[in-house]
């Protein structure tokens, strides 16, 4: 392997990406040249904010993905994640601040448990920084723990996912895509790179991993249906996705070595398709939204959609048949249930494909300018990716064949074909959810808020709030320390030192 | 006499004498004055340098003057004076820089630059200092130094904060010199060693020896703002903001830290400390510390009170990572008395020119500084990255080696204590840069024009851009040999390798 060792921080190490980490390097700069060419001209206001934070983000992403020690990783997670921030509040109103408000509360946290996890990690091994010398190091409960809340706030899935559905849409169009397709994968990134494989504790929490991811993939889905803003419905597609991705994490961790490379590339394969898929997604989202499009941007809009149905032909069928694969070869306990799951959790994602279409729809053709030049350019070369990974990702043909089989149509079939039945007697009931289901606000808002009450500078237009008890005597012991507290203590001191002296004297 | 033993003693005159001869000077003799001040301070620097260079090389300076019986005043250029030397150096070249610029036009120069003068001899004296008795004498002149400074405005409030700068830094003077008296009775004065000279007396006098560490830690813990003894310092800021930057980065708090190790590692030593075990007390006083320090920062509506509490908070660090006695901790603690003097008076030279450009005092008052001074803001935000630790800043690196060395060295909750720090450092310094990037400006308290190419004016400007490129430079290229890091480690390397 290519590697460096450089002058910088100590441990400084890069190499370039090898085997399947080019793919994933590759996605990540195809997504960033894309969306930076898709913001050319589509961002027209606070440009220097948008592009600092864009320019940093990015280099904070590549930056971590070339790293091959603990702090090169964590410093090119911290500056992306921060970068981020920027993104999130660029519109400026009160949502955004809001999210952008939860979000870095939540990446300020993730960074500190992460610090944490790392410091652990690098002490058990003695000081090692290479990434690579983690590997044969034991997990203990904390050390675990630390590592997969540090890395899944960033990662996304159910329950950490609060600050992802306010944030994601909270962004302009082109920065959702990369904070969806590129940077939420970072945290999967991390968790596969510092937790080593086939280490006892881990294996042990598989299963309940396992459930997790399943648990994530079906939650993001069914709540993007009760939401009505076509960027939100993408944001829980992307916490159910996360799930997905999980699963193939986990399936990663517990599949025996001789068949850890397969699994790798199904876990880089599925990161891929779904990176390409959700930012073009996204990048239509927005279009839809501001722009009016030709007849021929339809087909741009809908392919993702398909491969994210997994549709026989698309990348999604194949990843989505490497997964089932995958689940029903491993040793995981209570297999039925995970196929049951699965079978579901397509179910889910079709209805959510349908329910964001029927969104997409409503706003398709209004009036508005036309789409430029480079946005379109930017979205149809993303699609065309997405379009071709089954061809160019050679790792999973197999996978990609085996789909064209019938029992496999079959399979994937049916979901679909049963989503469009009762989305279509939905549509024709009129059935309306009650409204205190429809657009569920998220709790974490309120939490978010409390946090800030801590920290937040007194305003004079606020009545000025009544102490807690221990606040006041707090108050009080302050103003003692800063005034009287010095005198007594010294003369106290100077009156043993006289006894000692004469002490020693005598 | 050979050259290399006058060397340090040339190193403190370099400052001394243009001190004295600008209190000479006619108030309006601008060219005269600033070319003594800028005299002095590049011939420290280069002094500094090659004196730097041979303690790399293992050479010895050390120089000897007869003064008191059985205690001579004595300079000695080792390693780990050499890092607080650099340090002062450095820092003192741009916040001369900044001075100039800052006390353009008012009344009283000379006094100011002599005694500022005066104050850094004091400081390189201290950091030079080769025993007990040096070391007390330069940490007293320190004092007298300062406190005209502190009372330069002559207001009343800064009166006041000198009264109660003086109160506390003479009783803590005199503090210190009792426990090194009662050393110096004990054992004399012999020159500080790595290891320290205190292994023959442990047996006999371990309860002497104790109360000698108490009496010098609470003479010393009144500059380093340890706890109960940290109340002047958030009251000197209404100092001018040179003054605070060198109070709060180089001179009077991280003259109580250095002395702090100097007293665990050269006095007392690593072995005797532990024998007497005394570690614990300092690390649990310097945690208490920091997280009390965070917390009131928390607190604080004016920019430079917040600031200052952050002091109170960070320096502890040092502390900390000396009192754990073990030897990535002590890395840690030393690279972060290098590290926290850039990153403070980064933050105290960005508030000093927000005060004087715009007559923000006031945290409300910051909101939208970033679009009318976007390089003093982007040094204030790499200063307050540093302090919360975000990687690539050089506040990540002494968190980093701060916490490996408390896991080494047995203390797996100092990690909470750091993390609890890093959180509400997150917490009182990401508002302000949200204010500062994020927020609409509103019309400013009091403007000044005070420069028509830049922002403000350009001797304002350059200390605090240069200081935060170091902030960077310091965290990204930590592994070079010229970097704080490595110099700690070799420092560590010196300290912990005798026998």
């Given amino acids: ?506 | 006499m050979d050259w290399n033993s006058w060397l340090p003693l040339w190193v403190v005159l370099s400052s001394l004498l243009p001190g004295l001869l600008i209190f000479t000077l006619a108030e309006d003799r601008y060219v005269l004055r600033t070319s003594l001040n800028m005299g002095g301070v590049l011939l420290k620097l280069g002094l500094v340098g090659w004196m730097w260079q041979g303690v790399k090389a293992g050479q010895d300076y050390y120089f000897e003057l007869p003064f008191l019986p059985g205690a001579p005043l004595v300079l000695h250029g080792d390693a780990l004076s050499m890092q607080f030397v650099l340090l002062s150096s450095v820092l003192w070249c741009v916040t001369t820089l900044y001075a100039i610029g800052y006390l353009e036009g008012s009344p009283l120069r000379s006094r100011f630059f002599g005694y500022f003068n005066l104050c850094v001899s004091a400081t390189v004296g201290l950091a030079l200092s080769g025993n007990l008795v040096s070391f007390v004498l330069f940490y007293e002149l320190l004092t007298l130094a300062t406190f005209p400074l502190v009372v330069h405005r002559g207001t009343a409030a800064a009166l006041k904060a000198g009264r109660r700068y003086l109160a506390y830094t003479l009783t803590g003077g005199t503090v210190l010199l009792f426990g090194a008296a009662l050393l110096h009775s004990l054992i004399g004065s012999p020159v500080f060693m790595p290891g320290g000279y205190l292994q023959p007396l442990l047996a006999e006098h371990s309860g002497v020896l104790t109360l000698a560490f108490v009496l010098l830690i609470a003479g010393l813990g009144v500059k380093a703002a340890l706890l109960p003894l940290h109340g002047w310092l958030p009251e000197a800021m209404v100092a001018p903001a040179p003054v605070s930057a060198l109070l709060h980065a180089v001179a009077v708090v991280k003259a109580g830290a250095f002395g702090i190790v100097r007293v665990v590692y050269d006095v007392f030593g690593v072995e005797v400390m532990q024998q007497l075990d005394l570690g614990w007390l300092l690390v649990v006083l310097a945690s208490s510390t920091i997280l009390y320090g965070s917390w009131r920062a928390l607190q604080q509506q004016d920019l430079k009170r917040r600031l200052a509490y952050s002091t109170v908070s960070q320096v502890s660090y040092v502390t900390l990572g000396v009192a754990m006695l073990g030897p990535v901790a002590a890395i840690g603690g030393l690279v972060h008395l290098v590290h926290q003097g850039v990153m403070k008076i980064t933050l105290f030279f960005c508030a000093g020119n927000f005060a004087e450009t715009l007559g923000i005092h006031k945290i409300q008052e910051l909101n939208g500084v970033g679009r009318r001074m976007p390089l003093s803001s982007t040094a204030f935000t790499l200063g307050a990255a540093g302090m919360i630790g975000l990687p690539a800043t050089a506040g990540m690196l002494s968190k980093w080696y701060l916490a490996t060395g408390a896991l080494e060295a047995g203390y797996p909750w100092v990690l909470l204590v750091l993390l609890g720090s890093s959180a509400m450092n997150a917490m009182y310094f990401l508002p302000l840069l949200y204010r500062i990037w994020f927020l609409p400006a509103a019309p400013w308290p009091q403007e000044r024009v005070l420069s028509n190419r830049f922002e403000t004016h350009w001797m304002l400007l350059l200390p605090p851009v240069l200081t935060a490129a170091l902030v960077l430079l310091m965290g990204l290229l930590a592994g070079t040999d010229i970097s704080p890091l490595s110099w700690s480690k070799l420092i560590v390397e010196r300290e912990f390798s005798y026998d």
């Fill in chain 1, 1 to 506: 392997m290519t590697e460096w060792t450089l002058w910088l921080w100590p441990g400084a190490s890069y190499a370039l990406p090898q085997g399947p980490m080019v793919f994933w390097f590759g996605f990540t700069l195809l997504l960033w040249c894309c969306a930076a060419l898709y913001s050319m001209q589509t961002i027209q206001s606070r440009k220097r904010l948008y592009w600092i934070s864009f320019v940093l983000a990015m280099l904070g992403n590549l930056q971590l993905l070339l790293a091959q020690d603990v702090l090169g990783f964590y410093l090119g997670f911290a500056l992306m994640s921060l970068s981020a921030y920027g993104l999130v509040i660029h519109r400026g109103d009160k949502t955004a601040r809001q999210a952008g408000r939860l979000y870095l509360q939540l990446a300020i946290l993730g960074e500190l448990l992460l610090f944490a996890g790392l410091l652990l990690r690098v002490d058990a091994a003695e000081g090692a920084l290479l990434i690579a010398n983690l590997q044969s190091i034991e997990l203990t409960p904390l050390t675990l723990t630390l590592l997969l809340l540090g890395l899944g706030l960033k990662a996304g899935f159910f329950p950490l996912h609060i600050w992802l559905p306010l944030a994601h849409p909270a962004a302009p169009v082109p920065a959702s895509a990369v904070l969806s397709g590129a940077m939420i994968k970072a945290g999967l990134l991390g968790l596969w790179q510092f937790l080593p494989a086939q280490d006892p504790l881990l294996v042990s929490w598989l299963p309940g991993l396992a459930l997790l991811a399943l648990g994530s993939a079906l939650f993001g889905a069914l709540i993007a249906l009760l939401h009505q803003s076509s960027k939100v419905v993408l944001a829980y597609s992307s916490v159910s996705q996360m799930g997905y991705m999980l699963l193939a994490l986990v399936l990663y961790w517990a599949s025996p070595l001789e068949l850890q490379t397969a699994a790798t590339w199904l876990l880089v394969g599925y990161c891929c398709h779904h990176a390409l898929l959700k930012s073009a997604l996204f990048l239509a989202a927005g279009s839809v939204n501001h722009y009016r499009l030709s007849t021929w941007h339809g087909a741009l809009l809908l392919w993702p959609l398909l491969s994210l149905v997994a549709l026989p032909l698309s990348s999604g069928a194949m990843v989505k048949y490497g997964l089932k694969q995958g689940v029903s070869e491993s040793s995981l306990p209570a297999l039925p249930l995970l196929d049951a799951l699965l079978a579901f959790g397509a179910l889910c994602t079709a209805l959510l494909a349908l329910h964001w279409l029927r969104l997409a729809k409503a706003q398709w053709q209004l009036p508005g300018p036309s789409l430029p030049g480079t946005a379109s350019l930017a979205w149809g070369i993303l699609v065309l990716a997405s379009l071709s990974m089954p061809g160019w990702f050679a790792a999973l043909r197999p996978q990609w064949l085996a789909s064209l089989s019938f029992s496999a149509v079959l399979a994937a079939l049916w979901p679909v074909a049963l989503a469009l039945l009762l989305h279509w007697g939905w549509q024709r009931s009129g059935w309306q959810l009650a409204a205190a289901w429809q657009q569920p606000r998220s709790p974490a808002l309120g939490w978010s808020l409390w946090l800030k009450a801590g920290y937040q500078s007194r305003s004079r237009a606020l009545p000025v709030l009544r102490l807690p008890a221990w606040r006041q005597s707090e108050r009080w012991l302050n103003r003692r320390l800063a005034t009287e507290s010095l005198l007594p203590g010294v003369c106290a001191l100077l009156l043993s030192l006289l006894l000692l002296l004469w002490l020693l004297s005598g």
